[in-house]
């Protein structure tokens, strides 16, 4: 991250770019009316031409503005600030950073009281703070020519909460880097980031105090995990499964978990991909990408938790050695799988994986994550991830979390119906169940993997890759779930 972070006190800066905020109607603080004092009314009089609102995300700018030393002043919309939710703070904060990303040198936000009654002066500064870093991301590794040059080096929040907006921001901070963790695995290529590098990365975790395991394709095998390890056997990248634990509690704690998928390249395997769009696939590890981030952003603030993070990462090619259609899997379970399209193979991946994880941890509940099937798209589009549970209170945690954070989920059906749909005359269940309701029987299939533990599958098909740009994410990842699932935490499980 280039972009250094700070807080001052609500004071006009001299130099650099201004940004000030309007509420409804294109009102302008205090502060603001001073700053237009400056100018000899020069923003007023912009606001009456422009017939500016004020509305959320509504902005204009005054180059070299008369009578001042500044580069520039902008104004920004802020809407209700007695309305803002923490997404829309961070939305705020994100949007500023975009007025003047072509800008060199140091930006100040000013911001003045809100009278917000949910969210405080210093959670707002702290948020919008967050929404800058999170805006400022670029992936631009491989790229030798035509790199991203200049633009503001230094982000100022300027507010009277100045002392507790930084000590917020501290652990926002650490959320937003485990938010990028996830970016930055997502946007690897896949001949770069194979089963083996991917677990090479999140041994890095091990620096913040999260004890990282790899367990090996023998080791898997010994255990009994034909389900995971059949999906990656076409591939010459050895399978892994990867073990994380972060120990904030007593060692008494039960922990929480959760479980990612990791196929870090998903050709479909010998029922192959159409070629359009197929580079896509290099994203289809999302699930897994996330939960690292998370384990980093837990551990990165010391969250008084203990969490389990696995991670089953694999690749699936379409090799001589290939899993075929119509074979018979036995998974770490004892329950035997049809495989009847190898392109449903983030379940097989997970089956295992969640089996592992409920076997060895008995966590207090598990929640997987898995870009696991475009069905979820065509549901729910790009806003929404999908949420299965066997758990109302779980499932309603994470739908309020979700609102608040701005990464949202929909809860969609399971039921006994949509279960059958999987069973098959050849093995204890086959893992594809028909046209109809794709999302929920891969739902019900994983549910057989859980052994009654509380449980949650997001389906972050949508969500994860190729979501649409926003004010607080500008590549292909968006991180997604990082957010989320550590605020879940917060709220209710440290």
């Known amino acids: 991250m280039s972009l250094s972070i700070s807080f001052t006190k609500d004071t006009l800066p001299t130099k650099g770019s201004l940004i000030l905020t309007a509420t409804d109607g294109g009102k302008l603080s205090p502060l603001g009316k001073q700053v237009d004092k400056q100018t000899g009314g020069a923003i007023s009089r912009a606001i009456k031409i422009k017939k500016f609102s004020g509305k959320a995300g509504a902005m204009f700018a005054l180059l070299a503005p008369a009578k001042t030393t500044l580069d520039r002043i902008v104004v920004l919309g802020l809407g209700d600030g007695k309305k803002l939710t923490a997404a829309d703070a961070e939305k705020m904060g994100g949007t500023a950073l975009g007025t003047v990303e072509k800008a060199d040198g140091v930006v100040t936000l000013l911001l003045e009281p809100a009278g917000n009654k949910a969210l405080s002066d210093a959670d707002i500064a702290a948020r919008a703070a967050t929404g800058a870093l999170l805006r400022d991301y670029k992936f631009e590794t491989y790229k030798t020519k035509g790199k991203t040059k200049g633009g503001p080096s230094k982000f100022v929040v300027a507010t009277k909460a100045m002392a507790a907006a930084r000590k917020n921001f501290a652990e926002l901070k650490a959320i937003a880097e485990g938010t990028i963790v996830a970016r930055d695995l997502v946007n690897e290529p896949a001949n770069i980031l194979t089963p083996p590098e991917f677990a090479k990365r999140a041994k890095r975790l091990s620096k913040l105090g999260v004890k990282v395991e790899v367990l090996s394709e023998a080791k898997m095998k010994k255990l009994g995990m034909g389900s995971l390890l059949g999906v990656g056997q076409g591939s010459r990248q050895p399978s892994q499964l990867v073990v994380m634990q972060w120990q904030g509690a007593a060692k008494s704690k039960q922990p929480v978990a959760f479980v990612g998928k990791g196929v870090c390249f998903d050709t479909g395997g010998i029922s192959i991909k159409p070629a359009g769009g197929m580079e896509e696939m290099k994203g289809d590890m999302g699930g897994a990408a996330a939960v690292t981030g998370l384990m980093h952003a837990l551990a990165s603030r010391k969250a008084k938790v203990n969490a389990v993070g696995v991670l089953g990462l694999v690749e699936n090619m379409p090799d001589g050695d290939a899993q075929r259609p119509g074979d018979i899997v036995t998974s770490m379970s004892g329950q035997t799988i049809e495989v009847l399209n190898t392109d449903a193979e983030g379940r097989l991946v997970l089956a ?109 098909a949508g969500t994860a890759m190729g979501s649409p740009k926003s004010s607080i994410s500008r590549t292909w990842a968006s991180g997604y779930g990082v957010r989320l699932l550590d605020r879940l935490v917060k709220a209710h499980y440290e």
């Open 352 to 460: 295992d994986a969640l089996w592992y994880t409920q076997k060895r941890f008995k966590p207090k509940f598990m929640i997987d994550l898995a870009t696991l099937t475009g069905a979820i798209m065509v549901a729910l589009g790009q806003d929404y991830a999908g949420l299965f549970s066997n758990d109302d209170r779980l499932a309603e945690q994470l739908t309020a979390i979700g609102n608040q954070e701005g990464e949202k989920v929909w809860r969609m059906p399971m039921n006994d119906n949509f279960d059958k749909m999987i069973n098959t005359p050849n093995a204890d269940m086959k893992n594809i169940g028909g046209r109809y309701a794709g999302s929920s029987t891969a739902a019900q299939f994983l549910l057989r993997f859980t052994n009654k533990v509380p449980w949650v599958h997001l389906d972050i």
